[in-house]
Structure formats: structure tokens, C-alpha cells
């Protein structure tokens, strides 16, 4: 870890942070950096060069982290996938969950976050059966069976998608969802400022120009992960 707290990289994560959030500003989308394996410390660097959010993606990691960080839960999002008996550690510690895909787990939000929090709806666009999320065809369902819930406030909708080795092949993707988000949105289930979370290092600026308005970019500003 130390040989990569450099100057040399720091500087690269600076750069690299500059740059995205750039086209994230060109835009009018937000940057959610996604933090998995990053310490503490590299993530206060980033916040004191431009970061506004950050996305975890497992319950104890951001615990170990959150101690460690200089600002709140309003900067904070959950972006992996919740286990129903986790939800309770995140009251109070993060201002959005992007990964509700149950009943089961909405419920548990509802009962836990008693001042409500921000949630959107994941969508499993490439029938992933080893990923989380709701597919597409079965969105305004669930979406319907959540709604009525006290204290999920749902504001849209994130997606991560297939890997794609030619990055031409995301965009029958995103324009899937990008279709359900605008349909979603104009029957009026978001709210007044709805939000499309997708997009990561190696497609975010295709997601931009799909209309995502958050963007959840990990690698392009913290480089590769050591395996976990
Ligand atoms: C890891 C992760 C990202 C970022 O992935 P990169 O390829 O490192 O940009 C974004 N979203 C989620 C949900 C992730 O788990």
C-alpha cells in the first residue's frame, strides 16, 4: 500500500479526477466514485481534490473506512449488494442505496431508515443470473410493490451490465435502460430530480451520453485493484 501513496500517484488520482469529472460536469451528472479496496486515507485525498461522493460496495468495509473520513453520510453511497441483516449498519451512514432488487430488502429499509433514504432500483439488463437486480420486463412491478413502503424514497434507477470487451457492444444496454428509466420517469415514480446511476471506467462516458446523471467509476481514478 505505501508504494502506492506516492506523489506519483497521488498525482495520477488527481488527474485522473480532474478529467472525469469534467465530462461528468459537461454533462450535468454527478460522480459517485466507487471506493472498494481503497484506503481511507487515498479517498480524503480525493476529496480534497474535487471527489463529492463515494460508493462502497460491502457494509464492513465501509465501516473500517467511515471513521476515517471527513465528511458524511450525505456524501456516501451503497452500491454493492445489501444483505437484508446489513441494512441496519447503514442507517445514518449513507444517503443513498443504489442496489434495491427485493421485496424482502425494501422492507427491511423501510423498518430500518426511519427518516427515509434514497433509493434506486437495480436492473439486471443482461439477465446475469449471478448478479443482483430486477430485470427489466419486471421493473414496473416491483417498483409498484415498493413504492407504498414508508421511508424508501425511490429516485431512479442503476444498472451495472454485462462486460463488454468492445466497449461498442454496451451501448444495446444502456439504451435498454435508459428507454425503462425515461418510461419510469414520465409515469412519474422518481420524483422531481430522477437519477440514472451507470457508467463505470471503462464506459462512463458512453453512459453519459445515454443520460446517466450519476456516474460510478472506480479504476479510472484509483487504478487497479490488488485482488480482494
Ligand atoms: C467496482 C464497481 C464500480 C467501479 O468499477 P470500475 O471498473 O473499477 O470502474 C462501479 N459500480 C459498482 C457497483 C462496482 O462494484
Known amino acids: 500500500m505505501t508504494e502506492k501513496l506516492s506523489t506519483e500517484y497521488l498525482d495520477r488520482v488527481a488527474a485522473s479526477l480532474t478529467e472525469i469529472k469534467k465530462a461528468a460536469d459537461e454533462a450535468g451528472a454527478r460522480v459517485v466514485a466507487a471506493t472498494k479496496t481503497v484506503p481511507a486515507e487515498v479517498i ?22 467511515i471513521d476515517s473520513l471527513p465528511f ?4 456516501i453511497h451503497f452500491i ?6 446489513k441494512v441496519r449498519y ?5 444517503c443513498m442505496i443504489h442496489s434495491l432488487d427485493s421485496l424482502r430488502l425494501a422492507e ?5 431508515f426511519v427518516s427515509g433514504v ?3 432500483v437495480e436492473i439486471n439488463v443482461g439477465h446475469e443470473g449471478e448478479k443482483g437486480g430486477v430485470y427489466a420486463e419486471d421493473c414496473e412491478r416491483f417498483i409498484n410493490q415498493t413504492a407504498g413502503l414508508p421511508n424508501v424514497n425511490l429516485r431512479g434507477l ?22 425503462l428509466f425515461e418510461k419510469m420517469k414520465s409515469l412519474g415514480y422518481f420524483g422531481p430530480d430522477p437519477q440514472l446511476s451507470m457508467g463505470m471506467s471503462d464506459n462512463f462516458r458512453l453512459a453519459l451520453e445515454y443520460g446517466a446523471t450519476i456516474i460510478r467509476p472506480g479504476t479510472a481514478i484509483f487504478g487497479r485493484r490488488s485482488a480482494t
Not at 72 to 75: A, E, K, L, T
Not at 80 to 85: C, D
Not at 165 to 178: C, L
Open 44 to 65: 480524503r485525498f480525493a476529496f480534497g481534490h474535487g471527489l463529492e461522493y463515494m460508493g462502497e460496495n460491502r457494509v464492513q468495509e465501509l465501516l473500517g473506512k
Open 72 to 75: 458524511g453520510s450525505d456524501r
Open 80 to 85: 454493492g449488494r445489501l444483505q437484508t441483516n
Open 90 to 94: 447503514l442507517v445514518g451512514r449513507v
Open 108 to 112: 427491511e429499509i423501510s423498518r430500518r
Open 118 to 120: 434514497d433509493c434506486l
Open 158 to 179: 442503476m444498472s451495472i451490465g454485462p462486460y463488454m470487451e468492445n466497449k461498442e457492444d454496451y451501448r444495446p444496454y444502456m439504451e435498454k435502460v435508459a428507454q
